[in-house]
């Protein structure tokens, strides 16, 4: 009697492909951000160009010495020029004729403020590119001072915790949120701790970048920067989602849904109490904190429920 070959998850079938990156790469012990580029570079395949930006992926992309960590295309300008340069790549390409995928892949310093403006232009264009932004919540790769996308109460170089100072004073900015109402094919979030979820928004994003333009942002704590264990980069992506904290969803032509729900979302606390940049938050602080996660999630909830009125 033969025994039937269990099936392998989905996400497993992609590691039989060739891997594009070396067995060793230049990125901090425990960052999410290798993983991440693997597996984007497995399922949006060889014919995949990088533009990239000095970041915490630089080191890998880039290079270091003669040559790169990888065998992809990568193309590396300023951060005010990721979303300009994708748009020339994609008009050539076209033009010879040659059917590529571009991919910026840039961190929150560049896609949420040094540059938001290209970005912003480029899917108000509707170009025909995937932007990719791994959100590690502030400028890591330059000493962990705050971003726009820095959430309230967090501890950096330039929002530090002391006599004065309580962390940052202000909400972080929802750039997700912000690009899906430019109205273009398709936005989404994602994160390690629920592969399955990113590979599907990666093929959706291969899909939908023939009709224009594509936004994925990735949420990616940075164990430096953050003050967590080089561990446990997926258990604090699982808690953000289990909390609400990072809420899965995609939007097409600014139509939303949640992909991923949870029945029972734990308390933020859960999840700050895993990381050594909220240590110092008091429970009123806490509260605050908590009282944004519990509103954006209830705005998200509500742009996933909303029909738009049909014509008389």
Known sequence: MTQKKKKLP???EYFRDEDQFAGGVAFCAGCPLELTLRILSKVLGR??????????????????????????????????????????????????????????????????????QPLSGAAERNE?????????????????????????????????????????????KNLPLIMAMHRVPYVATATLSHMEDFIKKLLKAKEKKNEGFVYIHVFSPCPVGWGIE?????????????????????????????????????????YTKLIRKFRHLTEE?????????NSNFAFLHHLAEFETPKAC
């Open 230 to 270: 080089s561990d446990s980069a997926i258990q604090v992506c699982r808690m953000a989602v289990r909390t609400n904290y990072f809420p899965l969803w995609e939007a097409e032509r600014g139509r939303f849904r949640l992909t991923h729900t949870v029945a029972t979302p734990k308390p933020v606390t859960e």
């Open 128 to 172: 025909n590119f995937i932007y990719i932004c791994y959100d590690n919540e502030g400028y890591m790769n330059t000493g962990i001072q705050r971003s726009s996308t820095t959430p309230f109460g967090a501890a950096t170089t330039t929002t530090p915790v002391g006599v004065v100072g309580r962390g940052k004073e202000m909400s972080a």
């Open 10 to 12: 989905r996400v497993f």
């Open 47 to 116: 014919e995949t160009i990088i533009v990239g930006t000095p970041s915490c992926s630089a080191p890998v992309l880039y290079g270091q010495n003669i040559g790169t960590w990888h065998r992809l295309p990568y193309y590396s300008c300023l951060m005010t020029g990721v979303a300009s340069s994708a748009t020339g790549l994609v008009r050539y390409y076209r033009k010879i004729g040659k059917d590529v995928t571009v991919v910026c892949f840039t961190g929150d310093g560049c896609a949420a403020d040094v540059g938001f």
């Open 285 to 293: 602080e806490l509260a605050r904190l908590q009282e944004e996660v």
